[in-house]
């Protein structure tokens, strides 16, 4: 693990009069898990949004594996705002799982997991159908390949979100409160699954979640966000048992005593 994968290098984001990333410095490793917690409001969820090229950025820059999200080389050494052709190609290294799995509601569970890699990838069919049939093994849902989400409980939803980010092979996957929209007793079973891929895959990881015992079971390392910064970061023991802040024991109290 060495060099940074993605790299967020004063990173200004506003809506409006509202500053939501405070030149914002942050990196992920290749292969590392980091876990963002803090409270509503602090801009987890937009960093995640910017990587995905959901929102732009309003000053600094975003780098992933080596290359400016967010701009191009113009060929003179400058750089320039990128294509969609540039954004396509950066948006192919990283897949998200959503809080509210977004599905194809109209398409079978197998459909929702190869309908990419054919249209995007350019895989053919039979291709597609043996990856996603292997995929749905992984997330233990091979039984369910031809029902559709409403057929779903919510937990098997997200382990079709899950399964369906992994089939465009990204060398990052993104998690945005994975398991938040679940009923609680439907939590463990989408936890097991992440925490599978992140002890047998050397993918990189990036979760927002308010999870803390899961973030501090798989992460290498804990940022604490507040107000659009990076308040703290560190192993899940220092975060969790020693933090340094008084914010973010405020904060580790308050989530931790619910
Ligand atoms: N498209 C938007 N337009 C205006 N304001 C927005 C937009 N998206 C996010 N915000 C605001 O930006 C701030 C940060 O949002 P973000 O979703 O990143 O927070 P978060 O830390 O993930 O919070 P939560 O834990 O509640 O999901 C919030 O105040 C939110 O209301």
Redesign the pocket.
Known sequence: MSEDIIRFDKVEKR??D?T?LNKLDFSVKRGEKVSII?????????VLRILMTLEGIDGGSVTVDGEPLWHENSGDGSLKPASEKHLRKMRGKLGMVFQHFNLFPHMSVLRNITEAPVKVLGLSKAEARQRGEELLELVGLADQAQKFPSQLSGGQKQRVGIARALAMRPSILLFD?PTSALDPELVGEVLNVIGKLADEHDLTMLL?THEMRFAREISDRVCF?DRGKIREEGTPEELFTDPSEDRTREFLSAVLDQ
């Open positions: 809506f409006g509202l939501v803090g409270p509503s409001g602090s801009g987890k969820s937009t409160e927002v966000f």
